[in-house]
């Protein structure tokens, strides 16, 4: 019996530490999987700055091409929070740029920001591209970050080309739309233009040259975004007293903006009739404020119908036309529009060229 008793006691304490190794905590999964093709020497190259917007339908393969060749032939690093590898080998092989390799890091979460190797690759690069995905990702996982730090020291000193599609082109201005609280429609934003969905951020982030007090935004008028883009720019204005200016693209245009400030616009016309946008707040207006900026009453921004100057160019192929945004008044190719909202509807007539700035 005695023995039998200690039996039944050691198949107990057996079995609970066989249950006690079951539920010791498995290893945390990586904070990031990284795709790699090309020469995994690091090499220094001068690269020529800039930037790239891309709206999001698609790559535009001549703009993508600018981006590449201002790499220098170097390193090329794609940042994002989703997908895979999808861009390594048409940035490698399939555009007939010459760069030394590419190397997708998708960020599984925050954690990835402080890993040795993930920072050695983006201080290595010579070009950053952001892809699409969710902004408010990148936004969480990389501002006040080294990530966010590295990369603006080496556009600053480096002059490292950046670029970005959908997502990633809407992080690089600076306010940004940070979607924090997801994406809202034109007509939601325009009917309440103080709402916290219409999240508007300006803290420090991606420094980038001639997008400071500039906001972006994709998908434009494919998704009819212009509404929600001048609600954009009225909720900057408000927060934070500034004239802030907005770019955007339809679905398949692109801008490349160079070291001195020239936006050359890229596109596919005849097969999609798209554009690209410059908006300005109209500086020839002694109040240029909007009318109504209220809590849940639409927003009313008139202004003789001409709150907004904006100009459009046609994304035609070869890059045959721009916008220089030193002036923000210099272009080709490009008409001038106004743009104004009445009880929180978009509008849109013919406008002039302005005489300040």
């Not at 730090?149 to 997502?167: C, F, R, T």
């Not at 001639?210 to 906001?215: E, G, K, P």
Request: hydrophobic content about 35%; charged content about 20%.
């Amino acid at each position: 019996m005695q023995k039998m008793t200690y039996l039944l006691l050691f198949m107990l304490i057996s079995n609970f530490c066989t249950q006690e190794e079951t539920l010791q905590p498995a290893p945390s999964p990586p904070a990031y999987t990284s795709y790699f093709t090309g020469d995994q020497a690091d090499v220094t190259t001068q690269p020529q700055g800039g930037v790239c917007l891309m709206s999001g339908g698609g790559e535009d393969d001549e703009a993508m091409r600018w981006f590449l060749r201002r790499s220098g032939g170097g390193d090329v690093v794609v940042l994002r929070a989703s997908g895979s590898d999808g861009y390594n080998d048409y940035m490698y092989k399939d555009l007939g740029v010459s760069v030394n390799s590419v190397e997708t890091i998708v960020f599984k979460n925050a954690k990835a920001a402080k890993d040795a190797y993930v920072l050695k690759q983006i201080a290595g690069a010579e070009a950053i591209w952001f892809a699409g995905g969710d902004q408010w990702n990148y936004v969480q996982y990389w501002r006040g970050t080294a990530v966010d730090s590295i990369i603006n020291q080496n556009i600053a000193k480096k002059k490292i080309v950046v670029g970005g599609l959908s997502a990633g082109m809407a992080i690089l201005g600076t306010p940004y739309f940070a979607a924090q609280l997801g994406s809202i429609t034109s007509e939601e934003a325009l009917k309440n233009p103080t709402s916290d969905t219409i999240s508007v951020q300006n803290q420090s982030f991606l420094t980038i040259p001639f997008l400071q007090n500039v906001i972006t935004d994709t998908h434009y008028a494919n998704r009819n975004r212009q509404g929600r883009h001048v609600a954009f720019l009225a909720k900057a204005y408000s927060k934070f007293g500034t004239a802030v200016r907005g770019i955007a693209c339809d679905e398949h245009a692109a801008i490349c903006m160079d070291e001195t400030g020239k936006a050359t616009v890229y596109g596919s016309f005849p097969r999609n009739n798209e554009y690209a946008y410059f908006i300005q707040i109209n500086c020839e207006l002694k109040e240029n404020t909007p009318e109504i900026y209220q809590t849940s009453k639409p927003l009313h921004w008139l202004r003789d119908s001409s709150a907004l100057k904006v100009y459009q160019i046609k994304a035609e192929p070869g890059g045959r036309h721009f916008f220089d945004l030193n002036d923000w008044k210099t272009g080709s190719g490009g008409e001038w529009k106004h743009w104004y909202v009445v009880n929180g509807v978009w509008k849109a007539a013919e406008g002039t060229e302005p005489t300040c700035r």
